[in-house]
T-cell receptor, first 119, second 117 residues
Framework: EAGVAQSPRYKIIEKRQSVAFWCNPISGHATLYWYQQILGQGPKLLIQ????????DSQLPKDRFSAERLKGVDSTLKIQPAKLEDSAVYLCASPKISSQYDYGTGELFFGEGSRLTVL | AQSVAQPEDQVNVAEGNPLTVKCTYSVSGNPYLFWYVQYPNRGLQFLLKYITGDNLVKGSYGFEAEFNKSQTSFHLKKPSALVSDSALYFC???????????????FGAGTRLAVHP
């Protein structure tokens, strides 16, 4: 089974610029998560999609962050304008499930992440 | 709210010695607990989970974890450490179930394991 694909792996921008990250989850998975991992901290959920609908975006800084999953497959996370504190690794994940009726036990598959440096 | 705590920023152990990485949790209801490992410049990889059943769960790469309900702990262990085990380890708990979808994981801050030759 193919894994979670993310791009770009690395991005360096200046503050107030914009950036976008792309994720293609494991094929057929309806649920997709974006996590932010700041250096020295554990991953923090930014947004959770179920198909193309948002389940949880309570910790997404909506004044600068946006995310979409238009066709319920791949997803894009955008930051505009970026701040210094947005420097982090952005991780995309999808759950391990056995069928469409299986809400899973919580085990997630993660992509390798997109490392953002804001100067 | 569900949470996990990893009290040690770093654990140092000599190769061949047993290792323990500590995790305590706070949940309402039954806990679903996980350990993940992160190697440099890589995403998180699943190691093991506790859902129900035996308190000692076995996972990948020879790791195991002991669930202790009275102490609300879920410590990661390995009988004999390898240099290649050096990485960042995260404990996580599944958040409370949300309607209509999968629930998210809440992660601890992580513990850096350094295994010395």
């Amino acid at each position: 089974e193919a894994g979670v694909a993310q791009s770009p792996r690395y991005k360096i921008i200046e503050k107030r610029q914009s950036v976008a990250f792309w994720c293609n989850p494991i094929s057929g998975h309806a649920t997709l998560y974006w996590y932010q991992q700041i250096l020295g901290q554990g991953p923090k959920l930014l947004i959770q999609f179920q198909n193309n609908g948002v389940v949880d975006d309570s910790q997404l800084p909506k004044d600068r962050f946006s995310a979409e999953r238009l066709k319920g497959v791949d997803s894009t996370l955008k930051i505009q304008p970026a701040k210094l504190e947005d420097s982090a690794v952005y991780l995309c994940a999808s759950p391990k499930i056995s069928s469409q009726y299986d809400y899973g036990t919580g085990e997630l598959f993660f992509g390798e992440g997109s490392r953002l440096t804001v100067l | 709210a569900q949470s996990v705590a990893q009290p040690e920023d770093q654990v140092n152990v000599a190769e061949g010695n047993p290792l323990t990485v500590k995790c305590t949790y706070s949940v309402s209801g039954n806990p679903y607990l996980f350990w993940y490992v992160q190697y440099p410049n890589r995403g998180l990889q699943f190691l093991l989970k506790y859902i129900t059943g035996d308190n000692l769960v076995k996972g990948s790469y020879g790791f195991e974890a002991e669930f202790n309900k009275s102490q609300t702990s879920f410590h990661l262990k390995k009988p004999s450490a390898l240099v290649s085990d050096s990485a960042l380890y995260f404990c996580a708990v599944r958040d409370q179930l949300v309607t209509g979808g999968y629930n998210k994981l809440i992660f601890g801050a992580g513990t850096r394991l350094a295994v010395h030759p």
